[in-house]
C-alpha cells in the first residue's frame, strides 16, 4: 500500500568474527553476604571479590527485589465517594513514599494499580512489609523469581594461564562463600535488523 511503512526484520544466525573471551561466572551464596539491602549485600560481596584478584565485568544479586505492585480497589461510582477514594489512595502512596529504599510510587494509567519502586534494592521480607500499610481492599504483590537464587559474579580470567584450574580452585577454597565457580564463553547466536523502505 503506498505510502505506508514497511519494516523488514532480518534475523540471521551469524559466527563472532573471532573468538568471544572466556570469563569465570561465580555463583556466590547469599548467607555468608546478605545485607540489610541490595546495596550492603554488594559492598560485602565485592570486598570478598577483592581478595580474589580478578576484575569484575559484572554483578547480579538475584534475590533482590527492583519493584511492588500495588493492586487498588474499584473506583465507586458517585462523585463523593470519588474524591474521599482520591484522598484515602494519596495518603496510602504518601505512606509508602516514607519508607525506607522506596524512590517512588506511581499509580498505572489503567487506574487499577500502582508500582512502587525501591532504590537501594530490597529483600523480599522488607518488601512484603509493605502490606501492613495498606488499607482493606489493596493488595500488593512482590515477584521475585524463586529459581535463581545467590549473586552471579563475572570474573575477567583473560590474565590467567589456566583459568578452569583457577575456577575449580575457587570453589574449593572457598566452599562457605562460593556455590559454582565455572569458566564461560559468551556465544551471539543471532542478529536483529530493521530496515525501513
Known sequence: MRGALIVLIAVCAFAAPGPS???????LKMA?????????????ADRFIAELGLPVLGCQDNEAVRAATVRLPPAPEGLLDRIQFGLRKSRVFQALR?????????????????TVLFSPFVYSDEAQSLAALLPDGYRLEVYRNPAMSGLWVKLDVSKLDDPAKAARELARRYPEQVDSAVISVPVMVMRATMRRR
Do not use: L, W
Open 32 to 44: 555468608p553476604f546478605k545485607g540489610a539491602d541490595a546495596a550492603e549485600t554488594r559492598r560485602r
Open 98 to 114: 516514607g519508607r525506607p529504599n522506596v524512590s517512588e510510587v506511581y499509580g498505572i494509567s489503567d487506574g487499577a494499580s500502582a
Open 21 to 27: 573471551a572466556p570469563f569465570m561466572q561465580v555463583t
